[in-house]
């Protein structure tokens, strides 16, 4: 069983930036997909961005160039650096582990608002 822990989200005005974590812990594949997606109010959960383990990455339209996914393979952590946050930002974003099996976190809430 693998367990994913987010953290970092919180309330920011547009144009501000944050940072999310997620740790993984449990019986992780070596090889593997973290990534993180995100659903709005009312919406269905959308992609974000993920990052495969030898670190080649895939960001959905609507943030590129303005939020950078990494990770951190020694502590089985995967972070969303994100800039220039707009209203539309605002979602509960979800950490996914993709290797042997499917897992997903609990979540964080991202609020940009002023």
């Known amino acids: 069983q693998v367990q994913l822990v987010e953290s970092g989200g919180g309330l920011v005005q547009p144009g501000g930036s944050l940072r999310l974590s997620c740790a993984a812990s449990g019986s992780i594949f070596s090889i593997n997909i973290m990534g993180w997606y995100r659903q709005a109010p009312g919406k269905q959960r959308e992609f974000v961005a993920d990052i495969t383990s030898n670190g080649r990455t895939s960001y959905a339209d609507s943030v590129k160039g303005r939020f950078a996914i990494s990770r951190d393979n020694a502590k089985s952590t995967v972070y969303l650096q994100m800039n220039s946050l707009k209203p539309e930002d605002t979602a509960v974003y979800y950490c996914?582990?993709?290797?042997?099996?499917?897992?997903w976190g609990q979540g964080t809430q991202v609020t940009v608002s002023s």
């Open positions: 996914r582990l993709r290797g042997a099996g499917e897992f």
